[in-house]
């Protein structure tokens, strides 16, 4: 732990655990799901506590049409109405870009099966010293310790040399809208972290992703005489069998930043309907999945790789060879993203977190896609670090730990006052 200056020591005492457990309670139970009328209320609420912590606070309607219009728009898989951008900056000596942002999305995915849960997703409880609900971790803490960090900041009447900026985001979970939003509207910043759950690592690089669909087309007939038809599910195992050996090629020579993680760039099937009979052989089905996007592998590339593939396995089948498999990209579009090698952001965040009293985080990437890439490509160099753990993410054990959500909130602080400088 380096030598705390009196400001930094005075920061770390000022971040209040209450405020923290009581802010993120609050904001769980706005229950955000993407493309729900909650996605765009837990954003106003967002603001409010943003103005309320002294903040300027830009809140403005983000262009649907130009998101499903324009070249760089990252796809979205879910129908709007509206969506909100939300971006606090605090005050400082000195106006400018920021010296650092700190970017979270605030929509969560649905809760799945309600009788899985220990009570509703969405009425936080505390327990074994975490707290539980949908969107604790994925990355509602994330954003609550940012806000911490501009609370504490304030508390310890410190002033900055120059600004911090909170970048309150939606559609991260189906593509990235909020992000290509707020970057397209001018909000950058020299540096930035997002408070994904890191399970208390760093991660530095992630890999994207993509979504697909693939029609399979057979022949119908009666189920009693299903030797004069071919089955559309029969094909697609087929096809199924042949995606996982072209998924266990690409997981080759894997970035050893994945760790163990046996499937860095996986290849899932999410859902699959197939026939309108139980009693005939049916001639079609519409398979849909997720296809991992190797770092650094452009968008492009990593679909024309697919598509050979599944031009290949095609061809090589006598059935499937007169009737391909079509196949339509869907959804959002994750381009991987990578903090450039050597970059001093690394070992400052690793300092801040250590003597935040987190330990010496390690170097980790995902396989997730996130906004770390549109931030990337917006000449940000940007990185993750927060509280939780994305194995808990999406699934019915949701929860968050509130030492985590402290240290993180003590580590952004001190980043802060890093990076921006105190006046």
Not at 157 to 176: K, S
């Amino acid at each position: 732990m380096a030598d705390l200056t009196g400001a930094e020591a005075g920061v770390l005492t000022a971040v209040d655990e209450g405020w923290l457990v009581d802010r993120l309670r609050r904001m769980i139970a706005v229950p955000s799901i993407g493309g729900t009328p909650a996605e765009s209320e837990v954003q106003h609420l967002l603001a409010e506590w943003l103005h309320d912590l002294g903040c300027a606070v830009d809140v403005w309607p983000i262009d649907l049409a130009a998101a499903a219009t324009e070249a760089g728009a990252p796809g979205q898989e879910v129908e709007r109405s509206e969506a909100w951008g939300v971006v606090g900056t605090l005050p400082s000596a000195e106006d400018g870009v920021p010296a650092l942002v700190l970017s979270g999305h605030t929509d969560v995915v649905p809760p799945g099966d309600l009788s899985l849960w220990d009570g509703d997703p969405f009425v936080p409880r505390i327990a074994d010293g975490a707290v539980h609900g949908r969107g604790a971790c994925d990355m509602k803490a994330g954003v609550i310790a940012s806000l911490g960090a501009v609370a504490a900041i304030r508390a310890a009447g410190i002033e900055l040399v120059r600004p911090l900026a909170i970048h309150g985001v939606v559609g991260e979970e189906d593509g990235g809208l909020g992000a290509w939003a707020t970057l397209r509207r001018g909000h950058l910043g020299e540096l930035c972290v997002i408070p994904e759950p890191t399970a208390q690592a760093v991660v530095t690089a992630n890999a994207g992703a993509l979504t697909f669909r693939l029609e399979v087309t057979g022949r119908a007939a009666h189920a009693a005489m299903r030797e004069q038809g071919v089955s559309a599910v029969e094909l697609f195992a087929h096809v199924h069998a042949a995606l996982q050996e072209f998924e266990a090629e690409r997981q080759r020579g894997a970035d050893p930043r994945f760790g163990t993680m046996p499937y860095p760039y996986g290849i899932s099937i999410g859902r699959v309907q197939a026939g309108d009979w139980a009693s005939s052989v049916p001639d079609l089905l519409v398979a849909e999945g997720r296809y991992g996007v190797r770092l650094g592998e452009p968008l492009e590339a990593a679909r024309e790789a697919f598509a050979a593939r599944l031009t290949d396995v095609c061809a090589a089948h006598p059935w499937l060879a007169e009737h391909p498999v079509r196949l339509t990209w869907t959804g959002g579009a994750f381009a991987s993203g990578e903090l450039p090698t050597g970059h001093p952001l690394l070992p400052a965040v690793r300092q801040a977190v250590t003597d935040a009293g987190g330990g010496v985080p390690a170097e980790r990437a995902i396989a997730a896609g996130s906004d770390l890439r549109q931030y990337a490509a917006a000449g940000v160099p940007t990185l993750h670090y927060g509280p939780g753990d994305l194995n808990l993410a999406h699934g019915p054990g949701e929860r968050v730990p509130i030492a985590e959500l402290v240290t993180a909130t003590r580590a952004y602080a001190l980043l802060a006052l890093r990076t921006c400088g105190i006046r």
